[in-house]
């Protein structure tokens, strides 16, 4: 009870310190026509069915920064039921926090959550298998200060084209400030990937990170182990596949967060002979990879396997640990150094960031035939033998972001990176994800015992519009 009254009494001050800013349409650059249709639609239809619709998070944070977002996230008063019934092409998913996803053509998806007054990860229960009914929904206020950064929490109202602003978020982008909502060390506390939300967004944007939340991620980074393996291997993933990962990486460099996750290069980085080497090295790697992203841009998507961005972000330990640049894979060979790669990088990586066995052997493909694709380049050709081989053409791939990274030699094939934009767009049905439209019978699905879609009560004490079990 302490504990909740404690919570009330920050979140009370910490609405002190902000008032509530309201930006007309003449104060803020965000025109409906950037907004993307379907998000247009979904908002437009919860008005018109009496709720209240928002454009939430990164998207108007892009939107206010000039930037084309990659999704239009959408919060609203409606609950998730409510949300089933006024649109048909949907499905929920989530376990705690019922989100609903509405599909439109062309595999177009917009997700939409209800106002929430507290995150999954702040709660005052944390052993709670389930949280309380009334610490689910909440205002606009409520759902602000439960946000992750100050950037991501700000909200776009459709109807009078205004933006929303309770935790100074506007203020913030516009001095280029990252800052965790509320107390950064109990935020950080409570669900430490927040520390890795902050870099990344201070190194995609350039923003400087204010140094209350600096000093709270170098104080708690060890806490980065706490979290599950699954979530860190997401989160990395999206810094590699960002076109800022070399910005990404100097931060987590200067916070201590590299060194957390990846405690195998310490030792190499502490080396009085190699160390700015083999940082040089890793961060010229990242480079190499931005540098694709950035040159994709308009030309296409760019496609990296998870295996080939780890086995970048690898590459300058795995080439010294096993010299792989010099090694002679004849007979048993091949095997031999195939085997030890698998077998350190099982214990130093993927174990850790619970990485499929697929992808473990993929990246010790890539490194073992780096030795052969060295000594047989000749001026940009390969011979017809190896040319032939089913590893050829991740591995040369692989090569050529090396040779950029360390002979300085840029990339001159961008279409073995990239997947081509069709010049017309094909005519697509709705896309309807498996297990949201059942094909029994009509009366069995009246009783609710087909498909994955969840029963809804109308029960004021249920969780998330979902039955109490």
């Not at 430490?192 to 980074?221: D, Q, S, W």
């Not at 350190?344 to 499929?356: G, M, Q, S, Y």
């Not at 297990?435 to 994955?452: F, H, I, L, V, Y």
Request: glycine share 8%.
């Amino acid at each position: 009870m302490n504990g909740t009254i404690e919570n009330d009494l920050q979140l009370t001050e910490e609405k002190k310190e902000h008032q509530r800013i309201i930006l007309s349409s003449q104060d803020h650059s965000i025109l409906e026509k950037d907004i993307e249709s379907e998000a247009l639609k979904v908002l437009y239809r919860l008005r018109d069915a009496g709720y209240s619709g928002y454009l939430v998070g990164g998207g108007v944070r892009d939107l206010y920064l000039g930037n084309k977002p990659k999704d239009f996230d959408i919060s609203t008063n409606a609950r998730p039921g409510q949300l089933r019934k006024l649109f048909r092409n949907s499905r929920t998913i989530g376990r705690r926090f019922r989100l609903v996803q509405v599909f439109f053509r062309g595999n177009k998806i917009i997700e939409v959550s209800t106002l929430r007054s507290q995150s999954e990860f702040d709660s005052n229960e944390p052993d709670k298998e389930v949280l309380p009914a009334n610490n689910t929904f909440g205002t606009l206020e409520e759902d602000a200060f439960r946000r992750d950064l100050t950037i991501n929490s700000l909200f776009y109202e459709i109807e009078n084209k205004t933006i929303i602003d309770y935790v100074g978020g506007v203020q913030d982008l516009n001095d280029g400030i990252i800052r965790i909502v509320g107390e950064p060390e109990q935020r950080i506390i409570r669900d430490p990937v927040r520390m890795l939300r902050a870099i990344r967004h201070a190194a995609r944007n350039g923003f400087t990170i204010e140094e209350k939340t600096l000093e709270a991620i170098r104080k708690h980074v060890n806490k980065l182990d706490l979290c599950p393996t699954s979530r860190i291997r997401d989160e990395l993933l999206k810094d590699l596949r960002g076109g800022t990962s070399k910005a990404w990486t100097e931060l987590a460099m200067q916070t201590g967060v590299f060194s957390t996750l990846f405690p195998f290069y310490d030792e190499l980085f502490q080396d009085e002979a190699e160390g700015e080497t083999v940082q040089r090295e890793l961060l010229a790697m990242l480079t190499a990879l931005d540098n694709i992203y950035g040159q994709s841009k308009g030309k296409g998507r760019v496609v990296f396997e998870d295996a080939m961005l780890f086995a970048i972000l690898l590459f300058p330990w795995a080439l010294r640990r096993f010299d792989l640049l010099n090694q002679e894979l004849k007979g048993p060979g091949y095997h031999r150094l195939s085997k030890a790669i698998r077998t350190e990088l099982d214990h130093i990586f993927a174990r850790r960031l619970n990485i499929k066995r697929v992808i473990k052997d993929k990246i010790t493909t890539l490194f073992v035939h780096m030795s052969s694709l060295q000594k047989n380049c000749k001026n940009g050709n390969w011979p017809a033998w190896l040319r032939k081989k089913s590893y050829f053409p991740d591995c040369s791939r692989f090569y050529a972001l090396y040779k950029e990274a360390v002979a300085g030699e840029a990339v001159t094939d961008l279409k073995q990176f990239i997947e081509e934009i069709p010049k017309a767009e094909k005519k697509e049905k709705l896309a309807v994800p498996a297990g949201t439209k059942s094909t029994a019978p009509e009366k069995n699905r009246r009783r609710g015992g087909q498909g994955n879609n969840p029963a809804f009560s109308s029960d004021k004490c249920g969780v998330f519009g979902l039955l109490k079990g």
